[in-house]
């Protein structure tokens, strides 16, 4: 069964940093792409940064301020989060396809909330 646990969300101030973490169970990281997605009330979810074993992505509003890295043996993705705005608070959620046009999965969503 697969299963993806966020962690690390909380409160931070203007300019302040967060480190997110998502541990995956019931499948190996090491090959697939892991994405960091982010919500807020009325809005689509939306793409924050994804990684795989080539390629890193990131949104336009997470360049330069946020990145993206994974420890393959934890089987656990990071998103580490700087120079946060008050715009960057939302639902932070992590999701995994392991295969291509099969199930997805996600994570329950960390709660991160930056104040001014």
């Known amino acids: 069964q697969v299963q993806l646990v966020e962690s690390g969300g909380g409160l931070a101030q203007l300019g302040g940093s967060l480190r997110l973490s998502c541990e995956v169970s019931g499948s190996p990281i090491s090959r697939i792409p892991v994405a960091w997605y982010r919500q807020t009330p009325g809005k689509e979810r939306e793409m924050v940064a994804s990684?795989?074993?080539?390629?890193?992505e990131y949104a336009d509003f997470s360049k330069g301020r946020f990145t993206i890295s994974r420890d393959n043996a934890k089987n656990t993705v990071y998103l580490q989060m700087n120079s946060l705005k008050p715009e960057d608070t939302a639902l932070y959620y992590c999701h995994i396809q392991p295969v291509l046009g099969g199930p997805e999965y996600w994570g329950q969503g960390t709660q991160v909330i930056v104040s001014s």
């Open positions: 990684i795989s074993a080539v390629v890193i």
